[in-house]
Every structure is written in C-alpha cells, then in structure tokens.
C-alpha cells in the first residue's frame, strides 16, 4: 500500500477511537480513565420552618428547637380528664414501610413518644389522616400533624358500649361519623343530627360540596365490606339531602376495609375503623 493509503486508513482509525472516546466517557462516563463529576441529589424542602416534619415513606418525625414551644402549647389545654388525639399525616402513593396500617398510624404513634413524659399513655390516642401528595414532597420534608383533645367520656362510652357507634368526631379537615358492628341502619343520634344540621346550613350557603367516605373493620368478606363501606357513606348521604342538600354536592365513595386508622385487634380499634369520613372540598 502507498503512504498515502497507510495515512489515510490511520486518521479513519483515530476518528473512530476519538468518537468511541466522547461516546464513552464525556457521555455514558463508563471509561476507565474517565474523570466522573460526582454529583449529589438536591433535597427541596417544602417546608424548613416547622417544628414537626416528616419525609417520604419514614415515619420518624423531624423536629427542632421549635417543638418544645408547640408541645407546651398542646399541653396548656389539658384538663384532668380529656385525651390527646394525636393525627398522623399520610400519602396513599406511599409505600408502608412500617409496621402499622398505615404510614399516618406508625408517624402518630412515634409523636406519641415524645408526650409520654408529660402525658400517660392511656391519655394519648393515635390515628393515621390521609393527605393528598404535594410537588416536591418525595424529596423533601413536610408537615401534616394534627393534635385534639377530646373529653374521655366520650371515648370510655365508645369503648363499653356498641351504642357509643353514632358519635362524631370532628378533626382539623374532616369529621368521623361511628357505626356499630355491620350496621348501615339510620342511627338516632343528636350528636350526628346536630353534626348535619350545621353541615348542611353551610353547603347551602356555599358553592363548596362534600365528599362522603365509607369504611369498616376487617370483619367479613372484603368484597362485602366495600359494599357495606359505600351503603355507609349512602345512609349519611341521605340524612343530608333530607335536610335540603342536593344529590349533586354530595359524593359518596367506599375504602371498605382497607384504610383502617386504628388496630383490628380489639373491639375499641375495630369500632373506630366501622365510620363514614365526611369532608368538604372546595
């Protein structure tokens, strides 16, 4: 071969290898003697100033100097016979990496922990509170607790006697209406009654509507707890349009039995699960 076929096949094999090169390191950095830039994640903080936060899929709390300011805050209501309802915050595109119910149950009753030494642990009563997933909040820290205190008669009644199904429980963004074991009969409650007189005097004043959530205990089939789940958030539904809401401010949905917010376990736990969830949406 003449030289200049000799220089011409070398400048094609230094093109390929120059090629292969910015291929290989610049681009896919997977070269031996490539120089990597290593690169940390960014970590965006939905919210850096609060005293109790929370990230994705732990449910250990985050807090601050902070905290202590609001925990005394919570502590300057207590009386000598109330309980603290305790509410922790979850996703449901969450994994459930603990082991509770759910993620808002295990965040609840590790806040639980950090009241034990101010507050009894029979005082202290936990439930998971489902949110909706906000931007960012995969890689950041976010808030979500919610603390109430309630009278401990009203919860010694729920837990001696089935007829204590037919209480409401009103929370920060939402209310629990009770049901007893396989019920979706109308209950005769003044408690519920009042409950849905005031609910109703605002829809009607409002162009806001109310989203009616069905669920029960573990109890039976779970083909039949959703149907019952669903007849649940009807009756309450019911009770509404009788009281002069229109069918098309009320949604109704079912979760059956799978969102409990407190244990199975025990008839207490299972009486909190048997509820219609009642909240108002814009």
Known sequence: MTSRTWMILGLTGLWFWACQYWYTCPIKEVGYSCKREVIKPVVEKTNDEGPLLFAWEDAKPITNKKFEKLKNQILEDKSENNLLVISGPYTKSEDNTSTFDNMGLARANMIKELFLEDLPEERIKTRGTKITEKKAMRRGTWPGASFKWTESEKVE???????????????????????PYNSVEKIESPRIDEYLTELAKRLKKSKEKVVLTGHTDSQGAASGNEKLGLRRAKMIRDLLKAKGIKSKKIITRTEGEKNPIASNATELGRLENRRVVVQIIK
């Open 157 to 179: 009644k729920i837990k001696k006697e089935e007829s204590g199904a037919g209480e409401v429980l009103e929370l920060d963004d939402r209310a629990l209406i009770y049901f």
